[in-house]
């Protein structure tokens, strides 16, 4: 089986991680009336995978923008986790600073990208470019529940 990670922005992206072969999907959108909004459907299809987990990046409004902005983004990580319940699928959600602080990575997109490539040198051409850190986050959300849920599971284990 494998993880799903969710980048749940217009200008995110989903991740597949099956042990270590990696795909790696823009988020679906449409531009409807001049906004571009995910596309349920298509979004549905990428999730349609049988996986341990679906790992949602848990996002929340972001002081300074405006209304439409802080809608839109929480539309998004809404129906990232309504299809994925829906679908069935177990979903974890992880605050950004909890992932990334896990992880020992900084705030900075650029380094995101730079650790997803060097995780995965085959696929780093898919985090090459400025706009691909959406898809940095979704792959390195797969890596942190990896790593994550073997803690996790050790602990449990281990008592």
Known sequence: ???????????????????DLLQVFDMPTVEVRGRRQIVPSLL?????????????EHVQGVQGTGA???FSFGRSFGLAEGLA???????TLVRPQAWTKALGVSRDKGEHRAIAAR?????????ARVKDDGRADAALLCHWWRLHSRAAFGRLTDT
């Open 44 to 56: 549905a299809g990428v999730l349609r995978h049988q996986v341990d987990m679906v790992v949602i």
């Open 119 to 127: 995780l995965w040198p085959r696929h780093a051409d898919l985090f």
């Open 1 to 19: 089986m494998g993880i799903i990670g969710i980048d749940p922005g217009l200008s995110g992206a989903v991740a597949l991680l099956q042990d």
């Open 68 to 70: 439409t902005s802080a």
């Open 85 to 91: 319940t829906g679908l069935g699928l177990p979903v």
